[in-house]
């Protein structure tokens, strides 16, 4: 089931609005609605009212944000009864990155979910940058797991892009016990537009190849770096840049098992989503779309062939635009 987003926004004046969206079954009958209510910044607080059918209200679900859209806390008020039911706080460093975490499955105070983040960079003897992150999963003050990352260019650090465009991460490192034995690492590798062109985890290596664009065309897996693929897939795109056709040849052997094709309106939305599974050419499911003037969901069928599995379709309102 696809879901529509819908943007914080205000009206014309500043003033706080409120936007729904309606969904029915495909006999046409209410299956839910929710509300939106925004601050008259648009962003900082967002309360959602989920409803039954009959119009009742089933759930209430409140999240507040900084000016930066990062959540601070969410709360989730399962019976709408006015108490709280479940709850998470979040606080952040200057960068964006997380300092702690908590979360109270049932709201009681006693957080059962509490973390605590530490960050630390220097430069490494070969010019690289270093970011170590501790996380403190029980709030003792001890490390309990530690990630270390490796950045090719200093300016790639602290949310920053690097000359290539984008951070350059060539290393990730995870210590699951905090004792300084890595149990886990990639090592990733990049272009000059810098794409992605390797991952290596241990002995499995992915290799990728890109258009001019920078739409992925190709990936390659070498299970164990003998040298001899275990596994291709291949991407297509339209002159829009979307992707029309992904398939997949899971033995590497010349022979295409299963393929997904998609078309897309002018606007860039999606129209038909169809999966192939054995690429006889006849899609075993597919996802029809419609859309409306503004790039909301208006509704969607998925088939089996040719047998309708479900569906829904949805109303808008409260589109901020001063009515």
């Known amino acids: 089931m696809m879901l529509a987003l819908l943007a ?4 014309p004046d500043g003033l706080p609005c409120a936007e729904a969206v309606t969904s029915y079954d495909l006999e046409g009958t209410l299956t839910s609605r929710s509300t939106s209510l925004y601050d008259a910044d648009g962003s900082s607080h967002t309360e959602t009212y989920h409803h039954h059918a009959d119009g009742t209200v089933s759930m209430r679900a409140t999240t507040t944000r900084d000016a930066g859209g990062r959540s601070l806390t969410f709360e989730e008020d399962y019976g709408a009864d006015g108490t709280v039911d479940y709850y998470v706080t979040q606080t952040y460093d200057e960068y964006g990155n997380v300092l702690t975490y908590e979360e109270d499955p049932d709201a009681d105070t006693l957080r059962m979910d509490k973390r605590a983040y530490t960050y630390s960079a220097k430069f490494d003897d070969d010019g690289t940058i270093v970011e170590k992150v501790d996380e403190d999963e029980d709030d003792d003050g001890s490390a309990d797991e530690r990630r270390r990352y490796t950045y090719a260019d200093p300016a790639s650090l ?17 210590d699951g016990g905090a004792d300084g034995t890595v149990d886990y690492s990639v090592v990733y590798s990049y272009d000059a537009q810098g794409n992605n062109v390797a991952q290596q985890v241990g002995t499995w290596l992915a290799t990728y190849t890109y258009d001019s664009h920078d739409n992925m065309l190709g990936e390659t897996v070498d299970d164990d770096s003998d040298g001899t693929p275990d596994s291709l897939d291949a ?4 002159d829009d840049g979307n992707m029309t056709l992904h398939a997949s040849d899971y033995n590497a052997d010349g022979t295409i098992d299963s393929t997904e094709a998609y078309d897309y309106d002018s606007d860039g939305n999606v129209l038909t989503e ?3 599974h054995d690429a006889d050419g006849t899609a075993d499911w597919r996802i029809t779309y419609t859309w409306d003037a503004g790039g909301n969901l208006l509704s969607y069928v998925v088939t089996e062939a040719a047998e309708v599995l479900s569906g829904a379709s949805y109303a808008y309102s409260g589109t901020c635009d001063g009515n």
Not at 8 to 11: D, G, L, R
């Open 8 to 11: 914080a926004c205000v009206t």
């Open 235 to 238: 991407w297509t795109y339209d």
């Open 274 to 276: 169809g999966d192939d």
């Open 158 to 174: 602290q949310g920053n892009v690097s000359t290539a465009g984008r951070p350059e991460l060539l290393r990730y490192e995870w």
